[in-house]
């Protein structure tokens, strides 16, 4: 397995495009615990950093596939990085305005929520036309998958190391900035620059006519809920067993757990 990922990695754009894209990923993956850090840094109680979080989480949900749609017919470049950009700001709105006026900070969460650019699906259109052979392309959809848990290990313990080095708003923008220097690695590459989705019939609805899609659309839902109230729970027990290093721990050890799965999962024998 560890040849096999070798092997694609040294393919050209391919390490660029994988590591670009989970830098990219970073502000969505760690923003969970950094908005509730800062929430409750500014004073906010644990009803509220939750509802903040909550509505850059429904936010999101709202903007991945209307970005996507967006990406299918302007291309990578011409949406992601604006979007980046758009989602980034409402972070730093975030984190000038703080906790008052509220509804500039829900609009912030909002705008940085729904702006998130859908890199990940990006990515994944992008492996056939680097990756030639179909092997491959399956190797890099498990490989993005176990990088992908690797980010929400050391996620959180940036989060936290930049807190502690600076404060919870430095945290929010660092790990911005890092996801807006990851879109722009993805999309100034060639294959992101030359990629065109295929030809396909339009519907509004899309891949959401598909029965099975559905169902498993229900089920993330319900394991989304539990991931979200785990980020939560996370901090209200750092509150009380050591402070914001506990809840990163916490998490990070999530997202370790996530990993060895995954691997342990893509190794075994078919």
Not at 31 to 58: D, P, T
Not at 205 to 214: D, E, F, K, Q, T
């Amino acid at each position: 397995m560890a040849a096999g990922y070798g092997e694609l990695l040294r393919t050209p754009h391919a390490a660029r495009l994988l590591i670009g894209t989970l830098l990219g990923r970073l502000p969505n993956a760690t923003a969970a615990l950094a908005v509730l850090l800062f929430a409750r840094a500014e004073g906010g109680s644990y009803a509220l950093a939750g509802g903040l979080s909550a509505v850059y989480g429904a936010a999101n949900a709202v903007g991945q596939p209307l970005l996507g749609r967006a990406v299918d017919r302007l291309g990578q470049p011409r949406v992601m990085l604006p979007a980046a950009v758009a989602s980034a700001l409402g972070m730093v709105l975030f984190a000038v305005v703080g906790l008052d006026p509220l509804p500039v900070a829900y609009a912030a969460m909002l705008i940085a929520g729904l702006f998130t650019p859908p890199l990940e699906g990006g990515l994944r259109a992008l492996w056939p036309s680097v990756l030639r052979r179909e092997d491959q392309v399956h190797a890099a959809y498990a490989l993005d998958a176990v990088a992908q848990e690797v980010m929400f290990a050391v996620g959180p313990l940036l989060v936290t190391l930049t807190v502690a080095l600076w404060s919870e708003a430095a945290a929010l923008l660092v790990i911005n900035v890092i996801g807006v220097a990851g879109a722009l690695s993805v999309v100034v590459s060639r294959p992101s620059r030359q990629w065109r989705s295929a030809p396909r019939e339009a519907h509004w609805l899309g891949a959401l006519r598909s029965p099975g899609l559905l169902v498993l659309l229900g089920s993330f839902f319900f394991i989304g809920l539990a991931l979200g109230a785990i980020a939560v729970a996370a901090v209200a027990y750092a509150d009380e067993h050591g402070g914001g290093a506990v809840s990163s721990a916490l998490l990070s050890a999530l997202g370790v757990g996530a990993l060895a799965g995954g691997i342990v999962y893509g190794g075994r024998a078919r």
